[in-house]
C-alpha cells in the first residue's frame, strides 16, 4: 500500500460524458501527478500540481483538466469522453516536486479504470 | 522531441540475472529511472540515476551512462515475482517520459 489512494476504482460511462476522478496523496507529499495508461499508448504523464499550483504539462488534452484543493487532495475532470480515452488512470505523490525535476520518488496510487462505450 | 526504447518482452530462468536495456533521445535530461508494475497493479519506483555509473538497491541495480542516453536495470537472483514489465522513465524539463515497458517472464 503506497498511501495514495484514488477513487472510485472503477468507472463506466458513455460517449459525450464528463467524470471526475479523485486522488488523496500520502501524507506530507505536496505534489501530486496525473498519468493515463492505455493498452496502445503506455504510460503517459499528463499533468503536476505542486501545493495546490499547477507545476508542469504533459500530454494532456484540452478537454481534460485537473486541481490541486488546499487540503492537497487532487482531481482530474474528463469532459466530452471518447471511446479512445478509455485506460487506467494513475494519480501519484511526492515529498516535493520541483519544477522540471522529476527526481523525486514518486509512490502511485491503485489507478482507475475508465470504460467508455 | 523524446524517444525511448527498450526491448518488449524478456524471459529468464529463476536464480539467474537478467538485464533491460534503456536508450532514450530528450533535451532537458534530468536523470533515468524504473518502475515495476505487476499485471492489475500500480507502477513501483525502483531505482534512480542521475548520475554515471551503478547504483545498487539490493538485488536490483541501475545504470547510466549519459555520454551514450543509455542506461539499464540489472535484476539478479531472479525470483518467480519479478515477473513483471519494467518502465525506464526520463525526467525533463517539465515533464516525465515513460518507455513502453518490458514483460520480464521468469521462468522455473
Known amino acids: 500500500d503506497s498511501g495514495v489512494t484514488q477513487t472510485p476504482k472503477h468507472l463506466i460511462t458513455a460517449t459525450g460524458q464528463r467524470v471526475t476522478l479523485r486522488c488523496s496523496p500520502r501524507?506530507?507529499?505536496?505534489?501530486v501527478y496525473w498519468y493515463q495508461q492505455s493498452l496502445d499508448q503506455g504510460l503517459q504523464f499528463l499533468i503536476q500540481?505542486?501545493?495546490?499550483?499547477?507545476?508542469a504539462k504533459g500530454n494532456i488534452l484540452e478537454r481534460f483538466s485537473a486541481q490541486q484543493f488546499p487540503d492537497l487532495h487532487s482531481e482530474l475532470n474528463l469532459s466530452s469522453l471518447e471511446l479512445g480515452d478509455s485506460a487506467l488512470y494513475f494519480c501519484?505523490?511526492?515529498?516535493?516536486?520541483?519544477?522540471?525535476?522529476?527526481?523525486?520518488?514518486?509512490?502511485f496510487g491503485p489507478g482507475t479504470r475508465l470504460t467508455v462505450l | 522531441g523524446q524517444s525511448l526504447e527498450q526491448p518488449s518482452e524478456v524471459t529468464a530462468v529463476e536464480g539467474a540475472i537478467v538485464q533491460i536495456n534503456c536508450t532514450y533521445q530528450?533535451?532537458?535530461?534530468?536523470?533515468l529511472s524504473w518502475y515495476q508494475q505487476h499485471d492489475g497493479g500500480a507502477p513501483t519506483f525502483l531505482s534512480y540515476?542521475?548520475?554515471?555509473g551503478l547504483e545498487e538497491t539490493g538485488r536490483f541495480s541501475s545504470f547510466l551512462s549519459r555520454s551514450d542516453s543509455y542506461g539499464y536495470l540489472l535484476l539478479q537472483e531472479l525470483q518467480m515475482k519479478d515477473s513483471a514489465s519494467y518502465f525506464c522513465?526520463?525526467?525533463?524539463?517539465?515533464?516525465?517520459?515513460f518507455g513502453t515497458g518490458t514483460r520480464l517472464t521468469v521462468i522455473p
Open positions: 540515476n542521475a548520475l554515471d
Open positions: 500540481y505542486y501545493n495546490g499550483e499547477e507545476r
Open positions: 501524507s506530507g507529499d505536496l505534489s
Open positions: 501519484a505523490s511526492s515529498v516535493e516536486g520541483l519544477a522540471g525535476d522529476f527526481t523525486d520518488t514518486q509512490y
Open positions: 522513465a526520463v525526467g525533463g524539463a517539465n515533464n516525465l517520459f
Open positions: 530528450t533535451s532537458g535530461f534530468y536523470g
